[in-house]
């Protein structure tokens, strides 16, 4: 695998791959687990050459995140994409991506960027969807994978992507979970032992109110104080458990279908996202 720190070099090296040859990119902030990995072996399935990048993007992080602390392990990352078959890793430093502060920005539309995770970190997808469209720029990816854990965030990017004209495939990758049901996250390892026990709660919670959803229930607004007391009950402080349409995240009707439910609540000082469609 090549290690890349410029991107100069990165876009020279691409550019060996052929005319003819089709690139994957599988955008990443590191700490990588097998959720990661699932991409980047999926990846071969849609491309000749598959890309990595690891960047910790400031953008996308509210004062008093966890920014400073987010876990940083590159050498075991490096050696996992390469045990996955990636030939080419994009691992730039902040001077490199930005060398001057960034003056202009992808700005989502409200209706996409302001709800749900957006209403508790505002200005989040302005430094998500800026820093992949940098990404994108820098790489000229055919196709580009990310997962559905971020549901929200793959809703952006290919609304982003579609409305821009960027000739690129968005490829959603589904949640890998771990045994108990946990999705798999890199935050997942501030969990004390104590919490990661309770974790997969978020999980189960979810499952009821999708299958309460499937046996005809309609009032979403009572599943989602049921669900929302539920983890208080045990601890938890959510943010939001929500159903919304898949296509744009907005209030459904009764009886509406192609349906998703999300979730982000804080366990101790960890917070976790996850969601399941229905």
């Known amino acids: 695998m090549h290690i890349h720190e410029t991107i100069a070099g990165l876009r020279a090296a691409l550019k060996t791959a052929g005319p003819n040859k089709r690139v994957a990119l599988v955008p990443t902030m590191g700490n990588l687990h097998e959720g990661h990995i699932a991409l980047m072996t999926q990846a071969r399935d ?3 050459t598959v890309a990595a990048t690891i960047f910790v993007n400031r953008l996308q ?9 987010y876990p940083r392990t590159f050498r075991a990352d490096c050696e996992k994409l390469a045990a996955a078959g990636v030939e080419h890793l994009f691992a730039p ?4 991506m930005y060398p001057q502060p960034q003056g202009y920005h992808v700005e989502p539309p409200p209706e996409q960027a302001n709800v749900l995770e957006g209403e508790f970190r505002p200005g989040h997808f302005r430094g998500v969807a800026t820093v992949v469209m940098k990404l994108f720029q820098i790489a000229q990816p055919d196709v580009a994978l990310f997962g559905k854990k971020d549901f929200q965030q793959l809703l952006v990017i290919r609304n982003m992507v579609r409305d821009l004209n960027l000739p690129i495939e968005i490829v959603g990758k589904d949640t890998v979970r771990a045994a108990d049901g946990l999705a798999l996250s890199s935050r997942n390892g501030y969990l004390s032992t104590t919490e990661r026990s309770e974790a997969p709660r978020l999980w189960r919670t979810l499952t009821k109110v999708v299958g309460r959803i499937n046996a005809g229930d309609t009032d979403f607004p009572r599943l989602e104080q049921e ?6 009950a045990n601890g938890w402080v959510p943010d939001y458990i929500a159903v919304r349409k898949k296509i744009d995240l907005q209030l459904p009707a009764a009886h509406e279908s192609g349906l998703v439910v999300l979730a982000a609540a804080r366990l101790g000082s960890t917070r976790l996202i996850d969601n399941l469609e229905v």
């Open 227 to 232: 669900a929302m007391a539920e983890l208080g």
């Open 93 to 96: 430093d902040e001077g490199e």
């Open 61 to 69: 992080f509210r004062p008093g995140e966890d920014f400073d602390k």
């Open 46 to 48: 849609h491309a000749d």
